[in-house]
Nanobody
Framework: QVQLVESGGGLVQPGGSLRLSCAAS????????MGWYRQGPGKQRELVATISRGGITNYSDSVKGRFTISRDNAKNTVHLQMDSLKPEDTAVYYC?????WGQGTQVTVSS
């Protein structure tokens, strides 16, 4: 069973940066695509970014050019560097591995 633990959320001012991390433990297979999703207040969960074992990335249009996803297969970790944050980025961010989800970490962008 794979477990995901996220960290790095918090409160940041518009234009600021945050870095989220997700550590996977258990029977982790590096060929599984990993990613980040988010759910804002009153909204459905949506894709933020995904990354394959080989480093192929996919971003939602709303974060393209501002967020960067990266992955360390040796350490079973995935990161999300978030720059130029906007208030509309406020959400709970979830790490994803196949059908497994992390517990979520709150990101709040506000002045």
């Amino acid at each position: 069973q794979v477990q995901l633990v996220e960290s790095g959320g918090g409160l940041v001012q518009p234009g600021g940066s945050l870095r989220l991390s997700c550590a996977a433990s258990g029977s982790v297979f590096s060929h599984i695509v990993m990613g980040w999703y988010r759910q804002g207040p009153g909204k459905q969960r949506e894709l933020v970014a995904t990354i394959s074992r080989g480093g192929i990335t996919n971003y939602s249009d709303s974060v393209k050019g501002r967020f960067t996803i990266s992955r360390d297969n040796a350490k079973n970790t995935v990161h999300l560097q978030m720059d130029s944050l906007k208030p509309e980025d406020t959400a709970v961010y979830y790490c994803n591995y196949g059908r497994i989800w992390g517990q979520g970490t709150q990101v709040t962008v506000s002045s």
